[in-house]
Every structure is written in C-alpha cells, then in structure tokens.
C-alpha cells in the first residue's frame, strides 16, 4: 500500500489522522505504518458505532445445563481413558495454549507464562503446565502437538524462554508457536489512537479467536497433513490445568458431543465464574455479572445450584467443526481500558483513568457456536489454581496452597 491508498482508505472511515505524523517519520517507519493501515480491520469501527448506539447484542434465553459427574466419570474412568489414549497414540489430539498475556497484574512485565512462582526453587507458570502434558505424555508413550498462542508484545520473550528452558523437556519438534491477531484501540469517539507517532495503538484481540489466529498462521494445513481431529484449548493462567486429559478426550468421543468444557462446582452461589449453560437450546456461557438473582438463587430438587456448573478454559474442539466456522465471525465484546496515545501535540500520554475501548473476542462466544457441548465436571482442588491477582483470591499465594496439596515441591 503507498501513501495515496492509505489516505483514500482512511478517508473512508474517517481516520485520515493516523497519518498526521508521516512526514515526520522515517522511511522505515513510514513503510510500517503504511503496512499497520492496509491492515486495518476497519469493520471494528462499524461495530463500535452499533455499539455505542444500541449497547451489547441481548442475550437469549437462559436455561440450567447439567455435567457428567465426577462420581458419573469415576464409573466409566477405564472405558473414558482408554478411549482417549487411543485417540492420543492415533495423532487425533493436539493441545492449545492460550499465552497471549503478560504479568502486568502480577507485578511482572513479562509474560505471564514466565513468571517464577517456586518458593525455594525456580518454578515457573509454563513449567508447571509441561509437566501436567507430560503427565500424558509418558501414559500414552507419544508426544502430543503444542500450539502457543503468544501476542506481539510477548512473542519473542515467549520463545527464546522455551528455547532457553530447553522446552521443559519437551520434544521441541512438537512445539508451535503462534501470533494472536491484533485489534486497534479507540477513543470515546470512535477515533483510533496512536501509541507513537509511526505506530498504531493495538491490543490482543481476545482468547476467542486462537483457531483464526492458527489459520492467519498457516496451521490448517498441517492439521490436516497431521489428522489431528480434536483440539485441547486451555488457559495460562491456571496452573492445575490436566491438558490432553484422556478421560476428558475419551468422554467427549464417546458422547458424540460437537466439544467438551471442563467446569467445576461453584465453591458459592455469587462465585466469580462463568457458567455453562444453555442459551437458545445450544450451550453456551453465562458469565458471573450477567446472572440474575433468580438464577443465582434457583436450585434444584437435589439441592444442587441450577447454575451450578463453573467454566476453567479448557475445552475440546473438532477441528473440522472450528475450520466451518472460520468466516463466521465472532462477537466483539467492548472493554473500556487505559490506552497510552499520542496527543494532537505529538506528546504520548499515559492516562490514570479509562480513557478508550478495546476488543476482544472469548472463548465462549465460541463455545455458542457449536451444536452440543458435553459439561465435564471435575475436582477443583485438582484441576483448578487460577493465578489472576498479586494477593488474595486467586492469586500465586492461593495458586501455591494448591499445587502442595497436590504434591507439587515448591
């Protein structure tokens, strides 16, 4: 794209201020930002303008959806298992994770996956995580694809870390890493702001869209040379998390189910949890703040929460499911953040307060997208150390309380 065409595009939109500066820049940085607006998503700004005049899209109608249980899962565990291991030694199962953060929240600025949270040894976030893989690993006698999502701002660190750590043990030949794509910031007014003079303000576009960012990277085809059949999506953030779990794989297979969400209990009624339910008889999730207080309250004849069943980011996908919906876009959701930017002056501001809107896409939104779900209810002592905040809930402190319990040395 050279200059004209940016400016006729920008022109279209009305964003003919990203190119204040250009004179300004130097060649190299002219040739990036041109690049950044032949980018440009410039739907984003279509969709800012429906949202601000008619808010988020309705929710559907809401209803309970149960799990298989932990006791349910218990009596079938050898059929479950040998089901999944089968699929495992076949090549069938890859595994996803999400590290597209950084450690921002827990005092760390750099990725989150990175991040030490041994006591009286180094134990690091993506460490833990290998090690639950490599659980799998030696059961099933293979290793299982892994696809790292990173983000641009944590992408280089994200990889030489690994290569540093000589992968944790794992075969680095079954290691993929992946860029998450990116979305543009704006301001209140819809206008898109610049971080610098030369450089777009943009932000990860959200966990939801990991299976376009595969395809934009060029993944597809080696899922397919590969017959990799399902896929294991998972956060890095939760440092229990049973990645490529048999049992899981196995349960999902046998129940003919279009993907598979592991939940646990809620430890309270107003847990801070998404809740997988039904919304429009398809599955689909409920996040905390959107439920009413009948639903918070309502339970069953057993005495069980109606909504009871807990959402951890970690789902089973078909793969030949995700690739049908890749020009099916998914829902943007709005985020009011604190975006540094520069000013009409040239000056780059860091803000105290929000000042303008991200966008992201989620998980769930995905999960809506498919025909059935089966809900697969496991022990949250075992399987759930979410490390979100510094202190307090949810955090490395709880997350350490949690890994001891579970034999981990820390």
């Not at 899209?57 to 932990?70: D, F, M, N, Q, V």
């Not at 910031?185 to 777009?200: F, P, Q, T, W």
């Not at 943009?202 to 060029?218: D, E, I, K, L, Q």
């Amino acid at each position: 794209m050279d200059i004209t065409q940016a400016r006729e595009k920008l022109a279209a939109c009305g964003q003919t201020h990203l190119l204040r500066w250009y004179e300004e820049l130097t060649t190299y940085e002219q040739d990036s930002l041109l690049s950044q607006i032949e980018e440009l998503d410039t739907d984003i700004l279509r969709f800012f303008a429906d949202y601000q005049k008619n808010g988020e899209a309705a929710r559907g109608k809401l209803e309970p959806l149960g799990a298989l249980t932990i006791e349910e899962i218990r009596n079938n565990i050898d059929k479950f298992e040998n089901t999944g291991l089968d699929a495992i030694r076949q090549g069938k199962v890859g595994a996803v994770l999400l590290a597209g953060g950084m450690g921002t929240r827990l005092g760390f600025d750099k990725p989150k996956g990175m991040c030490n949270i041994g006591e009286t040894r180094e134990l690091y976030i993506f460490e833990c995580l290998i090690n639950n893989l490599m659980d799998v690993v030696d059961r099933a006698g293979t290793f299982i694809p892994l696809f790292i999502m990173t983000s641009e701002k944590n992408d280089e660190d994200t990889r030489a870390f690994f290569k540093e750590m000589k992968y944790f043990g794992y075969n680095e030949e079954y290691v993929h890493f992946f860029t998450q794509e990116m979305a543009p910031a704006v301001d209140c007014n819809g206008n898109i702001l610049l971080e610098e003079k030369g450089r777009i303000a943009t932000s990860p576009n959200g966990h939801g869209g990991w299976f376009s960012s595969m395809v934009a990277a060029g993944l597809l085809p080696m899922l397919k040379r590969d017959g990799i059949e399902w896929l294991n999506v998972f956060a890095v953030d939760n440092v229990l998390q049973r990645i490529a779990d048999p049992a899981f794989i196995g349960a999902v297979i046998l129940s003919g189910a279009a993907s598979g969400g592991k939940v646990v209990s809620k430890a309270e009624p107003t847990e801070r949890i998404g809740v997988l339910c039904l919304e429009d008889g398809t599955p689909s999730v409920v996040e905390y703040f959107e439920m009413t207080q009948e639903m918070l309250d309502n339970r069953e004849p057993d005495g069980r929460l109606s909504y009871n069943y807990g959402v951890i980011l970690n789902y089973l996908f078909r793969t030949d499911s995700l690739e049908q919906l890749v020009d099916n876009p998914l829902p943007l959701h709005v985020v009011a953040k604190k975006v540094p930017y520069v000013d009409e002056n040239g000056t780059v501001v860091s803000p105290e307060s929000p000042n303008g809107y991200k966008f992201e896409t989620l998980a769930l939104d995905l999960v809506h997208m498919q025909e059935s779900c089966l809900s697969y209810e496991v022990d949250r002592q075992r399987e759930f150390a979410p490390i979100k905040n510094a202190e307090g809930v949810d955090s490395i402190f709880t997350a350490r309380e949690l890994l001891r319990l579970n034999g981990v040395k820390l």
